[in-house]
């Protein structure tokens, strides 16, 4: 048996939990890149006036493409970020010696994050004004 194996296993369920987020946030990047191809299907749908048909073509692709992107790069940061966590925790965990715990890598991605869905949503809200 591993020594200290419960402390193991929940160091390997934070890390899929990590990897589980970080594929959402890549899912949610190939969703924010693709929206423009959904907005204008759906505009040829549904017969709208040639002015809107563009405002909403203008918007849905100033939205997706750059925002997405930033997605899918925060997605594979954490990614990164959860293998340099695992590992550096794995590494404690062996060492036997008391450490204090460290939380900056953490909110570090929590914080890119938040600013980054901040920032995708800035033009939704003018636009919707």
Known sequence: MIKSY????ANERTFLA???TGVAIIAFGFLIDRFDLFVITMADAVSIKPEHRAQLEAMSSSLGHGTGLWFILVGLAFIVAATIRFLWTRSRLLDEQIHRPGFIMEFALAAILAILIVIASIPLVFSSL
Do not use: I, P, V
């Open 6 to 9: 419960t402390d193991h296993a």
């Open 18 to 20: 990590w990897l589980r």
